[in-house]
């Protein structure tokens, strides 16, 4: 892994450093083909992790299936045919996207072990927290069992000795049980500190004390005070599930503000990659004559290209929903690769007309204020993070700033809508219906999921 982080980093180098008097197109060609040996490597190392760690190898596999996704390869060879022709502005922009996604794609490469660790944790976090769950029923009915054994009746005084018996051997499993649980809290695999106020090992050892004192007492045949342990007890509990449910807590939001970063990262890729295809189809749509060889090259190159986008905007949705997102990022993510999807089918087919490119430039709308929507909220999230008191609001209900993200880009849509349906007839008024139910659904979504 470290040889390949290496590989990037050079490949970050060479670029920087392509101004030298030397031909840039044979350098360019280079550094692509270094890139190409870089994505293989990265897939024996997955193939290799993936018998002894699984996770590990899943996790690497998104990171390359990501950077095939933005066409990081194929855009070496633009990149490179772009120097053999001298189109050096063209050459420019294509290798500061790439040292851009590189720099990327390096970042990822260096945290996805901390994204692996946060995962572990959770899934600790999870499972503790449901056998502290399932101890604070254990103990709740035990409790029950004693009070219901306080100041028995005097012909019943030798039954209810058998059952304080069998209240203490009961009690005392628990706490044999809960010990192991408090065993499971200290081993944080982020390594708390013991006594730290996000451990939940210390009130799980008070608990455990608590209830062996309840055993004691109870084979004492002292039941009030046993239940007076044994509330103590349950107090105990409380807190270090109050403490995991805390860990849980953090864990998510850092998570999702990790899947913010990469879906802000996603949309500014997919944006720099969609503008030029609008800008090279108004070219193609302002030619006229015949469609020859070279004009189906352009076309085909130019479906291809567009094609591309909509992969990306697949991949992205994918990421929406493992966010959460589901409202009316989903709904704006998916008409955005529906009207792509529809421009590269127009494409293929040699067409450059006016529809095309309205399907073009309301798709790049909509990237651009999910893009801003997005990067909007990473900003406000690391601003609760660090205590900023200016959205202390939001950081009290997260969910309330997703869907008042929600609701702006909703608000967006129905606004590109309505200055659309100022100037349009016949089949463009059809499918601005259809649009517009669509917009309608995904208000009723929203308002379905208002707390």
Excluded at 3 to 19: N, Q, Y
Excluded at 78 to 83: A, I, N, P, S, W
Excluded at 219 to 237: C, F, H, I, K, V
Excluded at 409 to 420: F, G, I, K, S
Aim: net charge negative; charged share 35%; proline share 2%.
């Amino acid at each position: 892994m470290k040889r390949a982080v290496c590989v990037v980093a050079f490949a970050l180098g060479a670029g920087a450093g392509s101004a030298r008097a030397v031909d840039l197109a044979a350098e360019q060609q280079s550094i692509g083909a270094a890139y190409t040996r870089l994505e293989s490597a990265l897939t024996r190392v997955c193939d290799e992790l993936a018998t002894r760690d699984p996770q590990r190898a899943d996790q690497l596999r998104s990171v390359v299936r990501g950077a095939r996704s933005a066409s990081i390869a194929g855009r070496f060879g633009q990149v490179t045919g772009d120097l053999e022709r001298a189109r050096l502005a063209a050459a420019k922009r294509g290798q500061e996207t790439l040292t851009r996604d590189l720099h990327t794609l390096l970042e990822r490469l260096s945290e996805e072990p901390r994204a692996a660790l946060l995962s572990r944790r959770a899934e600790w976090a999870d499972k503790l927290l449901a056998e502290v769950r399932a101890i604070e029923r254990a103990q709740r009915e035990l409790r029950s069992a004693t009070e219901a054994a306080d100041a028995p009746a005097e012909s019943a005084a030798d039954e209810a000795r058998a059952d304080a018996s069998a209240t203490a051997e009961s009690q005392q499993r628990l706490a044999d049980r809960t010990a192991r649980a408090a065993n499971a809290a200290a081993d944080d695999p982020m390594g708390s500190a013991p006594g730290e106020k996000s451990s939940a090992a210390e009130p799980l050892r008070d608990a455990v004390d608590r209830m062996r004192s309840a055993a004691e007492k109870a084979e004492g045949n002292s039941p009030e005070s046993a239940e007076r342990s044994q509330t103590d007890a349950l107090e105990a509990l409380a807190e270090a599930r109050r403490r995991l449910d805390e860990v849980l807590r953090q864990v998510r939001e850092e998570e999702q503000q990790r899947r913010l970063v990469s879906l802000a990262e996603r949309f500014r890729q997919m944006l720099e990659q969609q503008r030029p295809l609008n800008d090279s189809t108004v070219l193609l749509a302002d030619e006229s004559g015949a469609i020859d060889r070279v004009r189906r090259a352009r076309f085909s190159d130019l479906a291809t290209r567009q094609s591309g986008v909509v992969e990306s905007l697949d991949a992205a949705l994918r990421l929406v929903e493992a966010a959460d997102r589901s409202v009316a990022f989903a709904f704006a993510l998916d008409e955005a690769r529906r009207l792509l999807h529809a421009a590269a089918r127009g494409l293929a087919d040699f067409e450059a007309d006016h529809a095309i490119l309205v399907k073009q430039q309301d798709a790049t709308r909509m990237l651009a204020d999910l893009s801003d929507a997005v990067e909007q909220e990473v900003v406000e999230r690391r601003a609760d993070s660090s205590g900023d008191g200016s959205t202390a609001s939001q950081q009290a209900d997260p969910e309330l700033s997703t869907r008042i993200a929600d609701l702006k880009v909703l608000r967006r849509l129905q606004q590109q809508l309505l200055e659309r349906s100022e100037s349009v007839t016949g089949d463009e008024a059809r499918r601005l219906r259809r649009r517009q139910a669509r917009v309608a659904d995904a208000t009723r979504d929203l308002v379905e999921r208002a707390p």
